[in-house]
């Protein structure tokens, strides 16, 4: 997948002059971005820089107060609601603790954008949910369950299912790693990267965790100063020169999780 | 973007096998048609050639849907050959091979006597267990106020002042409002009663007995278990479900001290004055009607006024206004206080809150009605 990326595939979502003003204060200013088809893109940034603000503009549920937000080539701004939904088909997002619907069980949330959108037997449909929920990695058992009988990694998986029922090419997820313990954020990130590449998924994930970066990201995408500072590999973020990414990615968090893949590894040999 | 999927079987040709040939998009949003066509297929024979060639592309629903019909055909004991897939095609299959587990798609149903049994006995033990917390409550609540009484410093005033303007001061326009119109219907509908009976002078005494004694600090406690009960029950319970409740224990501050107290002893001072203030609207709106409709002049209707009611009559309302507010207020106070996690909890607590005030208050009221007219007031 780093191949894609790095060969400068085809642009999924085009970002350009993106100003956001919310209750008054100006989030985004002059903010441009590409991602490219196939790749995980990672979008980190201090508290309050509008991550979570861009994936929301991006899947319009905020309306920018300028510029153009264009994804699969299509400038929603300019689209009908009904040629929109046809395009949000193409996409699936998971929100922060899931956003799972309280009143469904797992397997009825998975089913939830099939009923809506597609006319299929229901037979298929149970079968449909049980390979994606499989698929994120939840037991059989887990689909007749409520969402609040649900651990939070279990809520997140089941999430996962939701924004993979239609097979999307792009998956928006928003910090998939927060509030989840180490083993249960490691295991998710593999995740995430597994199903990136045997289903060719796009991946545009906001996150905080350095070992995600490290491991599942092909690229990063710096937001500081209003604006997208600056995209590109690990090796670029480190040899960055601006006080705040040289912080971030030179912290003694940083540094444990540059060295934690080489010790599991050298353990691994023993 | 929906672009077309088909399936079709070529017929064996002399000793060949028959052959599947599947083309075009097999994703989900074809999937319903390919299903039905797919299940409608009958291959004759014990071998069958699945020929991939003309798959444009496949994602997870129709990979599902051409692994489901491999396994269909190998539980028919055929000899399957597959034909012209491409890589990804395979690793498709694999991926959905790897995760067929079919699961539950939503509990399992009780049987429905069981389930309304169950319901009922659920719901009695609730009811039980919630009045015994009240109960509870109601103690600590009390033991919390005399405390107080012995250390007037450890009241918040700040807070109680803040309460009283939210609960009283804010929703004298309401209260107003409500009473002024139900005075005016009451006339209306009194009046055109008693005209019949050439009565309608006694429309006045329709109007002040019904308003001071009982409409008045009736209607005022239901908008108010309305306004300012479930406002307590909210404010409470988002902070309980914010965890600062818990916060205030640890800092080694009451809750009852801090949050309770203080909207108990506002509703319970100020509900008396909305009482009284719906009562003068109540009258104010009766009177204006009695004057349009009857032609009772103001001066008349004072005059009938005095004749049709005694301070007690005004009294039996007001005093029922404390207790009305003690319960309004400590209904939406425990239901806070009762509030676990999640916003939805929020939500269900404070309606029943509402539900509660409202209901505790018309029994209270039916039971100082009975009270009164046993000490004959």
């Given at each position: 997948?780093?191949?894609?990326?790095?060969?400068?595939?085809?642009?999924?979502?085009?970002?350009?002059?993106?100003?956001?003003?919310?209750?008054?204060?100006?989030?985004?200013?002059?903010?441009?971005?590409?991602?490219?088809?196939?790749?995980?893109?990672?979008?980190?940034?201090?508290?309050?820089?509008?991550?979570?603000?861009?994936?929301?503009?991006?899947?319009?549920?905020?309306?920018?107060?300028?510029?153009?937000?264009?994804?699969?080539?299509?400038?929603?701004?300019?689209?009908?609601?009904?040629?929109?939904?046809?395009?949000?088909?193409?996409?699936?997002?998971?929100?922060?603790?899931?956003?799972?619907?309280?009143?469904?069980?797992?397997?009825?949330?998975?089913?939830?954008?099939?009923?809506?959108?597609?006319?299929?037997?229901?037979?298929?449909?149970?079968?449909?949910?049980?390979?994606?929920?499989?698929?994120?990695?939840?037991?059989?058992?887990?689909?007749?369950?409520?969402?609040?009988?649900?651990?939070?990694?279990?809520?997140?998986?089941?999430?996962?299912?939701?924004?993979?029922?239609?097979?999307?090419?792009?998956?928006?997820?928003?910090?998939?790693?927060?509030?989840?313990?180490?083993?249960?954020?490691?295991?998710?990130?593999?995740?995430?990267?597994?199903?990136?590449?045997?289903?060719?998924?796009?991946?545009?994930?906001?996150?905080?965790?350095?070992?995600?970066?490290?491991?599942?990201?092909?690229?990063?995408?710096?937001?500081?100063?209003?604006?997208?500072?600056?995209?590109?590999?690990?090796?670029?973020?480190?040899?960055?020169?601006?006080?705040?990414?040289?912080?971030?990615?030179?912290?003694?968090?940083?540094?444990?999780?540059?060295?934690?893949?080489?010790?599991?590894?050298?353990?691994?040999?023993? | 973007?929906?672009?077309?999927?088909?399936?079709?079987?070529?017929?064996?040709?002399?000793?060949?096998?028959?052959?599947?040939?599947?083309?075009?998009?097999?994703?989900?949003?074809?999937?319903?048609?390919?299903?039905?066509?797919?299940?409608?297929?009958?291959?004759?024979?014990?071998?069958?050639?699945?020929?991939?060639?003309?798959?444009?592309?496949?994602?997870?629903?129709?990979?599902?849907?051409?692994?489901?019909?491999?396994?269909?055909?190998?539980?028919?004991?055929?000899?399957?050959?597959?034909?012209?897939?491409?890589?990804?095609?395979?690793?498709?299959?694999?991926?959905?091979?790897?995760?067929?587990?079919?699961?539950?798609?939503?509990?399992?149903?009780?049987?429905?006597?069981?389930?309304?049994?169950?319901?009922?006995?659920?719901?009695?033990?609730?009811?039980?267990?919630?009045?015994?917390?009240?109960?509870?409550?109601?103690?600590?609540?009390?033991?919390?106020?005399?405390?107080?009484?012995?250390?007037?410093?450890?009241?918040?005033?700040?807070?109680?002042?803040?309460?009283?303007?939210?609960?009283?001061?804010?929703?004298?326009?309401?209260?107003?409002?409500?009473?002024?119109?139900?005075?005016?219907?009451?006339?209306?509908?009194?009046?055109?009663?008693?005209?019949?009976?050439?009565?309608?002078?006694?429309?006045?005494?329709?109007?002040?007995?019904?308003?001071?004694?009982?409409?008045?600090?009736?209607?005022?406690?239901?908008?108010?278990?309305?306004?300012?009960?479930?406002?307590?029950?909210?404010?409470?319970?988002?902070?309980?479900?914010?965890?600062?409740?818990?916060?205030?224990?640890?800092?080694?501050?009451?809750?009852?001290?801090?949050?309770?107290?203080?909207?108990?002893?506002?509703?319970?001072?100020?509900?008396?004055?909305?009482?009284?203030?719906?009562?003068?609207?109540?009258?104010?709106?009766?009177?204006?009607m009695a004057w349009v409709v009857l032609d009772i002049s103001p001066a008349m209707f004072v005059e009938r006024l005095r004749h049709a009611v005694?301070?007690?009559?005004?009294?039996?309302?007001?005093?029922?206004?404390?207790?009305?507010?003690?319960?309004?207020?400590?209904?939406?106070?425990?239901?806070?206080?009762?509030?676990?996690?999640?916003?939805?909890?929020?939500?269900?607590?404070?309606?029943?809150?509402?539900?509660?005030?409202?209901?505790?208050?018309?029994?209270?009221?039916?039971?100082?009605?009975i009270f009164f007219s046993v000490v004959g007031v």
């Amino acid at each position: 997948m780093s191949a894609v990326a790095a060969a400068g595939g085809q642009v999924i979502i085009r970002v350009r002059g993106l100003h956001t003003v919310l209750g008054g204060h100006t989030i985004h200013q002059n903010l441009d971005l590409d991602v490219r088809r196939g790749e995980v893109l990672g979008v980190v940034g201090g508290s309050g820089t509008g991550k979570s603000v861009l994936l929301r503009t991006i899947v319009g549920l905020i309306t920018p107060t300028a510029g153009t937000v264009q994804v699969f080539g299509q400038d929603f701004a300019q689209l009908s609601a009904r040629e929109r939904r046809a395009y949000e088909m193409r996409w699936g997002v998971l929100f922060q603790d899931g956003a799972l619907f309280s009143s469904l069980t797992v397997a009825q949330n998975v089913e939830v954008p099939l009923r809506e959108h597609l006319r299929l037997p229901r037979r298929l449909m149970d079968e449909i949910a049980g390979l994606k929920i499989s698929m994120a990695g939840l037991p059989a058992s887990s689909g007749a369950k409520f969402p609040s009988e649900l651990s939070g990694g279990m809520r997140k998986r089941a999430g996962l299912a939701r924004a993979l029922a239609l097979d999307p090419e792009i998956v928006f997820l928003d910090e998939p790693t927060a509030g989840l313990d180490p083993i249960g954020a490691a295991a998710f990130d593999d995740l995430i990267r597994a199903l990136q590449q045997r289903l060719g998924l796009t991946v545009f994930m906001v996150t905080h965790d350095l070992d995600s970066l490290h491991k599942i990201c092909d690229r990063i995408a710096v937001l500081a100063e209003k604006k997208v500072l600056l995209t590109g590999a690990m090796h670029d973020m480190l040899r960055h020169e601006h006080p705040w990414v040289r912080d971030y990615f030179h912290g003694p968090r940083a540094r444990a999780a540059q060295i934690a893949p080489v010790e599991t590894e050298s353990r691994a040999h023993v | 973007m929906s672009a077309t999927a088909w399936v079709e079987l070529h017929a064996p040709v002399g000793g060949d096998a028959p052959v599947l040939r599947a083309g075009g998009d097999w994703r989900i949003v074809n999937a319903g048609q390919l299903d039905s066509e797919l299940t409608r297929l009958d291959v004759p024979g014990d071998r069958v050639v699945v020929d991939m060639a003309a798959l444009e592309s496949l994602d997870t629903a129709g990979a599902w849907l051409l692994y489901r019909t491999l396994k269909l055909f190998e539980a028919q004991h055929k000899k399957i050959a597959l034909r012209g897939a491409r890589n990804e095609h395979h690793a498709m299959l694999r991926e959905v091979a790897a995760n067929d587990s079919p699961c539950e798609i939503a509990p399992p149903q009780v049987n429905t006597v069981v389930r309304v049994v169950l319901a009922v006995g659920r719901a009695t033990v609730d009811a039980l267990r919630a009045g015994r917390d009240f109960v509870i409550f109601f103690g600590a609540a009390v033991v919390t106020f005399l405390r107080v009484l012995l250390q007037p410093r450890r009241l918040r005033w700040n807070s109680l002042v803040y309460q009283m303007e939210q609960v009283g001061f804010n929703a004298l326009p309401i209260v107003g409002l409500i009473a002024f119109l139900i005075g005016v219907v009451l006339a209306y509908q009194g009046a055109v009663q008693l005209q019949r009976l050439g009565a309608e002078v006694f429309v006045v005494d329709l109007i002040a007995v019904s308003v001071l004694r009982e409409v008045g600090i009736l209607l005022t406690a239901i908008v108010v278990a309305g306004r300012s009960g479930s406002a307590f029950t909210a404010q409470i319970g988002s902070m309980k479900a914010n965890e600062e409740v818990d916060a205030l224990r640890t800092l080694g501050m009451d809750p009852m001290d801090i949050l309770v107290l203080p909207r108990v002893l506002a509703l319970v001072i100020t509900l008396p004055m909305l009482a009284f203030f719906a009562d003068m609207m109540g009258l104010l709106g009766g009177g204006l009607m009695a004057w349009v409709v009857l032609d009772i002049s103001p001066a008349m209707f004072v005059e009938r006024l005095r004749h049709a009611v005694t301070v007690w009559s005004f009294l039996v309302g007001i005093i029922k206004a404390p207790f009305f507010a003690v319960v309004i207020a400590l209904v939406g106070c425990h239901e806070g206080l009762q509030v676990t996690g999640s916003a939805e909890s929020v939500g269900s607590r404070t309606t029943r809150a509402v539900v509660e005030a409202i209901f505790l208050v018309i029994v209270l009221d039916a039971a100082f009605s009975i009270f009164f007219s046993v000490v004959g007031v």
